[in-house]
């Protein structure tokens, strides 16, 4: 387990605030954030390499916030690799392991070698491999150790699209064979929904909001993780009303969310200013008013059709720009194209309020 007790730490302008976080003995985290977040910082402060201005770093319920890296037992990636172009693979592998005797680095070396399917690489150097063999290399290297944690800092962005989608299954393949704690950070919120089990977001040194990728992803807590997460239709404005559906007092309430050109039918708990967000795929595309349970009916006209993999987007104008997302074969039944005029149905209860 890694904890994080009130860590903070101020380099020049920036400033990590009492991060108080908490990874499971075992699991795949990820930490999300755009650039000078300070996610690295994090991970830095974690391995040792970095001290906290103040705050504990817990690892395994030891107190490690005073140890060197060397007596920490966590293995870092750095999405740049840092590996040594003059000596062989096999040399870079064995860099972690001068405190073992020559055979068992050698035996180390093998073990390690095979589970990332590099033992035809060892003999050769560095330079002149490819990206994906490198990023493998410097994974084996972390992992020779045998550490107790392990930390890698956006370790697919040197990638190519191809090699990224491989290499990320294989991670998380190798995490689960392995069952090391791992805290895996990166700005690709896809490579996140993907690789980890809960994510933590962190933007100017806070973390914003944690919780399972589920849960981040379909119920943010503020316009800057939806924003993060590429939430299309995303509005502001106002709760206008509320009606209690029961004389309950703990219960949701049926509300209504204005803004200058929309109203819809949702479930809230206040009134006042606040966000609506629909995700394109809870949104059901019509010609006709669909009677379902939908409460909201927006009618509106489209004006951008577009291919996204095996669906189709639709951007209609329904006095807000609104996105939906339907397949090729629902999009050719309803005969449907850019100026035609369309239904769009969206349950209260799939409408997110924050």
């Known amino acids: 387990m890694i904890r994080l007790v009130d860590v903070s730490f101020r380099v020049g302008t920036f400033e990590l605030q009492s991060i108080n976080l908490e990874v499971q003995s075992g699991e795949y985290f990820a930490i999300l954030g755009p650039t000078g977040a300070g996610k690295t910082k994090l991970l830095e402060i974690i391995a040792g390499i970095e001290s906290p201005a103040s705050g504990e770093v817990w690892i395994d319920d030891q107190n490690v916030t005073a140890l060197p890296p060397e007596r920490r037992r966590v293995g870092f990636m750095y999405q740049d690799y840092l590996l040594f172009p003059h000596l062989t693979v096999r040399k870079n592998i064995m860099f972690g392991l001068h405190d073992k005797t020559r055979?068992?680095?050698a035996r180390?070396?093998?073990e390690i070698s095979q589970l990332l399917g590099i033992q035809h690489l060892l003999t050769r150097r560095v330079s002149g491999l490819s990206g994906g063999e490198q990023q493998r290399i410097a994974l084996a290297r972390a992992l020779a150790p045998q550490p107790r944690a392990l930390l890698l800092d956006e370790p697919l962005s040197a990638l190519d699209p191809k090699?990224?989608?491989?290499?990320r299954t294989e991670l998380t393949s190798l995490q689960k064979r392995l069952g090391t704690t791992t805290i895996h950070v990166t700005h690709d919120f896809e490579e996140a929904l993907v690789v980890a089990e809960r994510v933590a977001i962190i933007n100017k040194g806070e973390i914003v909001q944690l919780g399972s990728t589920?849960?981040?992803i379909n119920r943010p807590n503020s316009a800057?993780?939806?924003?993060?997460?590429?939430?299309?239709?995303?509005?502001?404005g106002e709760i206008a009303r509320r009606d209690a559906a029961t004389g309950s007092e703990d219960v949701a309430y049926n509300a209504v969310f204005k803004t200058a050109s929309l109203q819809l039918t949702v479930i809230a708990e206040r009134d006042g200013t606040a966000y609506a967000m629909i995700r394109?795929?809870?949104i059901i595309v019509s010609t006709e008013v669909v009677h379902s349970s939908a409460t909201n009916n927006l009618k509106g006209r489209i004006v951008k059709v577009e291919a996204a993999g095996p669906l189709v987007r639709l951007t209609a104008d329904v006095g807000v720009r609104l996105v939906a997302l339907l397949t090729k074969q629902s999009l050719a039944s309803l005969k449907l194209d850019t100026e035609s005029e369309a239904y769009f149905s969206i349950k209260a209860a799939a409408i997110h309020i924050f």
């Open 108 to 110: 180390r070396v093998d």
């Open 224 to 236: 800057f993780v939806a924003d993060f997460f590429g939430s299309e239709n995303l509005f502001k």
């Open 280 to 282: 394109p795929e809870d």
């Open 103 to 105: 055979s068992e680095k």
């Open 214 to 216: 589920e849960e981040v």
């Open 163 to 167: 090699n990224r989608a491989s290499v």
